[in-house]
């Protein structure tokens, strides 16, 4: 899910306004009358009637970044299923969406299999991930008559297959493969030993045995391949690089076997903006350098075109969503650094404390204003590693200001927890001017709600 940022230069105050933030906020995101304004919502009205901490989404950027991955992965060919990676945010009123977009959704536990049935979500355009399924997660995924299923190990194959033939099914399943190519953030490195809990590796021949064994054992449908070499790539050429690995592995496929793939699915991993200095390939240029690529290296080898599949997370969501928080206490320990102090930290983002990853902060109420001055936002949790960003330029805060974190509508909220028993924010959709709760601030009764006394 993420990688430590790169070693980033020491922050000195930028000047920049709230203005010079929209890189890494969502696109319909303003500064008037010296707020913060997201789909058309005051920020500093909106933290005063939702309270704070609270997650906001922008449904117009979810939905625009959903219809581009549509857009330029089809535009290069007619079969590409766009998978929305749940794990990225996943709440009722975000599948929604995704399924209104004309979108697939992977999943990757039973808890999520269980979130796209409750929303409605069509089964047959669900993927199912994980390294572990347990045979419960199987059976539910049987009985939920989902599209396809991700084989990770020889177990999971076995376990399956039995799982299926009782039914008398017949289960589309697509093998992972890790073709040896790990994405760097700017390119690849090929990495001989393919050391990862997830997948058949190609080069000690457990690939080519896993395709036999799936084409053989009753009860799967070997539809096909998926691989997923990263996350946060800005580099187009790792896939480029990972596609020849995989296209050449389909026609080995072809040559031992007979056999056809019928799917090929590349994985998520397409970088966003956390950071003004960040330029991330945009997802028109990602569709070409994908789509194109499979093309292209299907051609060489002779090989009919599969269907294919892309699944993005992060940068479906992540520039979709802020964090608003109040500024409790303001702490200036004299030629070291200036702390500010909000109402959540490490159970709301955990991906500070757990990658070192960066993020752009501002003051909601002061967007217009310069970024004068080099603050740490700290946490109220009780671990001095609960950052939420660390050296940040920020307009100079007061306590009671509401200050906005860019660019977390991914890997938050699906990763938030109770530390501290905190009570999980909100979520709140913002769009055409108006908000709505899509997931309510927890209480404390929920936080004992599995306690039996
Ligand atoms: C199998 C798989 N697919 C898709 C994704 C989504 O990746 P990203 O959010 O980087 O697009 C992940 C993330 O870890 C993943 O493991």
Known sequence: MGRPSAPRPPATPDLKTGHDLMSVLPMTAQVKDGHLWIGGVDMVDLAAEAGTAVYVMDEATIRHQLSEYVKWTTYHWKDVDVV?????????????IVADEGCCLDVSSGGELAFARRAGFPMDRIYVHGNNKTPVELTECL???????VVDSFEEMDRLSALASERGINQKVLLRVTPGVEADTHDFIMT????????????QGLAMAAVKRAIELPGLDFDGLH???GSQIFALNSFSKAIEVIVEFIAEIKAETGVGVGMLDTGGGLGIAYGIPDEPSTI??????????IKAECEKHGLT??????EPGRSIVANAGVTLYTVGSIKEIPNIRTYVAVDGGMSDNIRTSLYDAHYEAMIANKADRP????????????????????DAPLQCPDVGDILCVCATGAYC?????NYNKQVRPGVVFVVDGGWRWAVRRETYDDLMKCELG
């Open 84 to 96: 929305y990676a749940g794990k990225a945010f996943m709440s009722l009123a975000m599948l929604k």
């Open 143 to 149: 009985d939920a008559k989902v599209g396809r299923i």
């Open 192 to 203: 001989g030993a393919e050391d990862s809990k997830f997948g058949f590796g190609r080069n």
């Open 227 to 229: 691989m997923h070499i």
């Open 284 to 293: 028109k240029d990602y569709g070409k350098v994908v789509v194109d690529g």
């Open 305 to 310: 075109v599969p269907r294919m599949a892309v």
């Open 371 to 390: 970024r004068e001055m080099v603050a740490t936002v700290a946490g109220k949790h009780c671990e001095s590693g609960d950052i939420v960003v660390n």
């Open 413 to 417: 909220q699906s990763m938030s927890s």
